[in-house]
Structure formats: structure tokens, C-alpha cells
């Protein structure tokens, strides 16, 4: 779905709460910045990523973004451990997730360590869409990606 | 907005606790935790740099030592900053739902309070986006805003007067020919409270003012508090991290075009090896353009004035490749100028370094 501007690929899953979309494989999840998130934030100026190993707490940051308005966290949709980084791929491109944010600009890979019980807020296909569509409304926004 | 705002005055507090109030508030807020106003200012100078800073590289730490000033890294992003008790710091620490969803209507709030007070004071105060405040073309002031927690803070300050000279100091910068530029540029594009008015406000008047503005901007109620045990908890353990060497030397990620004076204006610098010799620049880009160009170097350059005249010709050129050695070549060609081993070319190339740094693999 696009929506004033912004991309939503229905194949994924949102935690919409948090801006954070997800893509299961198997026991591994890779996390990223909606278009939306990326759009609020601007462009990305550093990102600092905590360990590969590392085990987060639902809501808490795995990693920390400033652009050149801002400064928060990249939070985690549900409880889990990190078992990779895109650090590698943002210290030669700064913006990627402002370029490709659902490609390339992935954030981060992790094991969830207690999906069952934090799944009931994540949503997917029509149901994310729709729901976008509301969020997107109420924060009066028009996404916008970097070009160069 | 109907819900009481709690003010938290703190005048003339430590360097550290100046910086650490602001995120033990954020950090510990809850949700039955009141939208909160910090005034603050410190009893004596340090040095602040910004989240994803690398210390070593930004800041002159020989320098700071020598004179007695600790360097605090802030969780709050942006450039390093000398700040003393010439600012009273502004912190809002706010439930999100209590500001606007986008950070430039967040900036534009937070901003105006600041703007009114001055334009009171009789200061012709703009809000420029998306976070800067400017009079006639200079800052007197910039902002930020950071999540701690659940907390959405924004940072700035109502700017009493500001040392340059003492800025342009502490900024570890690859030359003292840069340092002068910094110095210089500060001079003309920041300005105060004290400049803009002759003489320093009285703070409490200043204080009372601003209150008065954010109260009618937020159409709430500003009621003077304390802080609780559990956040001045948290400040204590913030100051511990805050003075650790983990915390404050931790690699920094920021790569940053040049030294930014204001939201328009950067000072850059770059070296280009031409065949004929080393060209160094050190340049001041406002809005795109070349406003002040420095070449030096152990190049050839005839007649002797051609290198003044050749900065001179680049002021207010579009920093393009096409512009620079456009005027570069006009500059040759009217006054004849002879350079064994250098052309234009490599002097665009120096120029172009300097504006857009070559990235870094």
C-alpha cells in the first residue's frame, strides 16, 4: 500500500505503536524502520547499534538513531537477542533506511525470546494497512525517501 | 493542554548536574509524571558534545584540561558546545501525547516561548526552521529533542551572552588559520541577549518572561516543584555514567561537514595535492554558497595579489564545480595570473574537497 507517499508492503509486520516493521524466517526476525519512522526522523546522521548477543527487553533500544533533528531509540517490538547488525552497511551508506528502509536499510536481525506472549500488537497485510492509513492521517505526514 | 506543567528551577547547579537533570527526569518519567519545565544553568564552564560524537576528535582535550573544563557527553545529538552561566537552559521533558506528532510543529512550540520572550525584550527574534532561532540573520540559540524513556525532551536555552572566543577554543580543529575562521564566523553569525540589547537583562525579569510566554503557548499552568527521590536517584546514576570514561570516550559515529556556526552557515576545510603544490581551503558556506574563502599553501602565484584576488572573486559564488571554475578561470584570465603546476581546475578540486569531503570507504 502507498499512502501519501508512504510505502507499507503488506507482506510485512508492523509494531505500529513503535514504527518498527518485522520479517520472519524462521526463527529469525529482521527489524527495521517503516517509512514513516524514517520520515519522521530525517535524514540519519549516526546510528549506534548495541552487541550482536546482546539481549533486549521489549520496548528498549537496540539501537540508537540521531538525525539532524533528533536523537532516540530503534526499539524493540517484542523481547529478544541480537544475532546480527547492519552496521557494516550504514558506516559506508548513512542512508540507507532513509533510502531503502524495507531493503537495504534493514536495522537489525534477532532471535525473540518470548514472541508468544508479545505478538498480540504486531499486525500484517490488510489489517497494517488499514491501520497505517489511520497513523498516517493523524500525523499528517507525506513520506519522503533521500535520493543521493 | 490542561494539565499543570511542573517547573523545576536550578539555577547555578554543577556543569555535570546541568546536563544530567534533564535525562534522570526523562529517564525516570512514568506515566503519572507531570509534563515538566527545567530552568537550569551551571556555576561554572564546561564543554558538552553531542551524542554520536568521537571526543577525540572534536574537542581539544589539552585545552580543556589546561583550563579546568570537564567535557560532558549528552544523550541529545548535534555538535560539541562550550556553555557556561552566560545561558539558562530551557529543558521540556513531556509526555509525547501532550506534543505535536511532527518534530518540526515540536520545534515550532518549544521555539516560540523562546521568540516571544525576546521579541518582548525588544529583540527582533525569528523562529528558523527547522530548529534554530535567529535575529537578522544570526543565532542566538539552537535546540534539540531527544526520547529518553518515554519521555520526548527538548533542549535549548535563552542565550544571556556566549564566549566565542573560549568556543572557537575548545573545538579541536586541524589548524589555527581554521580556529581564527571559526572565531570570526562566530562573531558574525551569533549574537546574545547582551549584544542585541547593550547590556544583560535581568535573569529574573528574563525568567518570569518566559514562563509567562510558554504558559500562554501551552495554555497550561506553570507551577514551581521539586524533583523527586527517585529522580534525583537517577541523576546520581546518570552522573556516574556521564563522568566514566566508557560513556564519554565511547567511538563516535557523527561525520559532520566542517564546523556548523548556525543551521546556514559551515566552516569547512580540505587540502588537495596539485602538481604544482599543496592547496589548503578553509572555507565559510552560507546557504550553499562561498561566503569566505582562505588559500594558502606552498603553490606559485603570480602576480602577487592573485590569490586575494581570487578569494575575493569566489565570495558568493555557488559552491558547484561549474560556478567555482567558472570564476576561477575569469579570475586567471583578467589578471593574467601564472601558475606553474596548478589550474583552476585543481583549485576547484581543493574547493569541491572541502564542500563535499570525499567519503569515506
Redesign the interface.
Known sequence: MIYYACDIPEDLTYDIERDVWIRFDGEIATLGMTDVAQT?C?KI????FRDVGKKIAQGKALA?V????????FPAPFSCEIVETNEKGF??N?LLANKDPYGVGWLVRVRPTNLEAESSHLVTGEAAAERYKERIK????NCLRCID | MSKKIRLLYMEGVSPLRSQTVYHAVGYAMKQDTPNTIILVSPNAPYVSIGYHQDLQKEVDLDYCAAHNLPVYRREVGGGAVYLDSGQLFTQWIFHKEDLPASLEERFALYIDPIVQTYKELGINANYRPINDIHVNGKKIGGTGAAQMGIAEILVGSLMYTFDKKTMSQVLKVPSEKMRDKIFESLEAYMTTMTEQLGSTPDRAMVKDLYLKKVAEALGAEIVEGEWTAEEEAMAQEIDARFTSDEWLYQKGQLKQQGVKIHQDVHIVEAAFKAQGGLIRIIARLREGRIDDVTISGDFTLLPVFAVGALEQSLRGVAATPENLKSKIEEAYYRLNIQSPGVTPTDFTTAIMNAVTPPQAA
Not at chain 1, 546522521?45 to 549506534?48: E, G, V
Not at chain 1, 540521531?66 to 531509540?73: C, L, M, N, Q, R
Not at chain 1, 493523524?138 to 505526514?141: A, M, Q, S, V, Y
Open positions: 519522521r530525517g546522521a549516526a546510528i549506534s540508537t540521531e538525525s539532524a533533528k533528533w536523537v532516540g531509540p558506516a559506508e548513512i493523524e500525523l499528517k505526514i
